[in-house]
C-alpha cells in the first residue's frame, strides 16, 4: 500500500555527517507522522525523531536532540534526517516509518508502514 525507501547511509568517522533519505511511493496525507527509528542488532528498534506532515512540528529523543535534525519536503514526498557529530554508539540501521495522527499504536506496533532501512556505520 504504501512504499518508504531510504537511502543516504554509509560509513562515517566520529564526528562525522550523513544526511538520510526516505522517499514515498505516493503522497503522504496531511494526517501522518513521519519518523525514524534506528536498531543495531541484538537491541530493541529505538525512536530518533518525528515530524508532523501538516504542521511540521518536531519530535525528538534525548540522545539524538541538538545532532540531528528532522525535516520533510513535501512536494517531493520525501523526509530527511541530518546526522552531525555523529558517534559510534549511533551505528545502527535507521528505519523511515509513518503513521497516522489518530491511529492506535503500542510498544508491538510503533508504527503503519516502514521502509527496509539503511545501515549507518560510525567508526571510533
Known amino acids: 500500500q504504501v512504499q518508504l525507501v531510504e537511502s543516504g547511509g554509509g560509513l562515517v568517522q566520529a564526528g562525522g555527517s550523513l544526511r538520510l533519505s526516505c522517499a514515498a511511493s505516493?503522497?503522504?496525507?496531511?494526517?501522518?507522522?513521519m519518523a525514524w527509528f534506528r536498531q543495531a542488532p541484538g537491541k530493541e528498534r529505538e525512536f530518533q525523531a518525528a515530524?508532523?506532515?501538516?504542521?511540521?512540528?518536531?519530535y525528538y529523543s534525548d540522545s539524538v536532540k541538538g545532532r540531528f535534525t528532522i525535516s520533510r519536503d513535501k512536494a517531493k514526498n520525501t523526509l530527511y534526517l541530518q546526522m552531525n557529530s555523529l558517534k559510534p554508539e549511533d551505528t545502527a540501521v535507521y528505519l523511515c516509518?509513518?503513521?497516522?495522527?489518530?491511529?492506535?499504536?503500542?510498544?508491538?506496533?510503533?508504527?503503519?508502514?516502514w521502509g527496509q532501512g539503511t545501515q549507518v556505520t560510525v567508526s571510533s
Open positions: 516509518a509513518q503513521r497516522r495522527t489518530s491511529g492506535t499504536y503500542s510498544n508491538e506496533k510503533l508504527a503503519d508502514y
Open positions: 505516493g503522497r503522504i496525507s496531511s494526517n501522518v507522522v
Open positions: 515530524i508532523t506532515w501538516s504542521g511540521g512540528a518536531t
